[in-house]
């Protein structure tokens, strides 16, 4: 397991792998509206400290003022783990119940809490105790471009401005877990989150491979890894 500390040495920019020039226009992050159930309707709704999420990912021409210019190219899924609010037993939840609560949203967020969590829903790996001990948890499911717009570093720039867009996520943790098919395709995954500052945060022979970035720490500046985005 990797040792790790709460500063991390500015990383590569990334290598526009598009050809075709880069429309001139601003890009934005537009969050779904969000419920949260209160009062008795609250335990007919489940969980409500593990929720799914969707951002869309706009862009709007350069000199066009009017919202209605603003085109979706794009989508951010994740969950939101309030894990602090489930730790302090907020809502009569309880971290010893956390697997299950992880198992009830999907089967990829269940192998998540395996690899990442024991039987009492504490961090296998000491090391990750300041991480995931009790703060809260984005997990990304998944982050689409149209093809048009892909290439660019679009979702790199996405993904840090949707971290913006959270209140108070400051000293959280973004986990994400690279499926895909072929081990060079994965290492590809790896590299491309890794400009973030996401390191590996189960062994390398982990059947089950996950990247994670605590937002405590010292990270690389988004103006520095996509550059041509500003």
Not at 128 to 153: A, C, F, H, K, P
């Amino acid at each position: 397991m990797n040792n790790f500390s709460t500063q991390r040495t500015p990383l590569r920019q990334y290598k526009v792998k598009n050809k075709n020039p880069l429309p001139k226009g601003h890009f934005s992050v537009l969050l779904r509206e969000s419920q949260r159930f209160l009062g008795k309707s609250r335990d007919l709704n489940g969980n409500q400290n593990i929720t799914r999420h969707q951002a869309s990912i706009c862009f709007k021409p350069e000199n066009q003022y009017d919202e209605d210019e603003r085109k979706v190219i794009g989508k951010i899924e994740y969950t939101l783990i309030n894990r602090s609010r489930i730790y302090n037993g907020k809502d009569g939840d309880s971290i010893n119940n956390f697997r299950q609560y992880c198992n009830g949203i999907s089967d990829e967020l269940g192998q998540m809490h395996v690899a990442l969590f024991n039987e009492d829903g504490e961090p296998r790996n000491p090391e990750l105790e300041e991480y995931i001990g009790s703060g809260s948890i984005i997990y990304l499911d998944s982050i689409e471009l149209e093809v048009d717009w892909r290439g660019y570093g679009i979702g790199l720039l996405a993904l840090d401005g949707l971290l913006g867009l959270l209140p108070s996520f400051e000293m959280d943790s973004v986990i994400v877990h690279p499926t895909v098919d072929s081990a060079a395709t994965q290492a590809k995954l790896v590299a491309y989150y890794g400009l973030l500052g996401m390191d590996e945060w189960t062994p390398p022979n982990a059947e089950y491979k996950l990247l994670g970035m605590w937002t405590g720490c010292e990270l690389p500046r988004i103006k520095q890894i996509v550059p041509h985005l500003f």
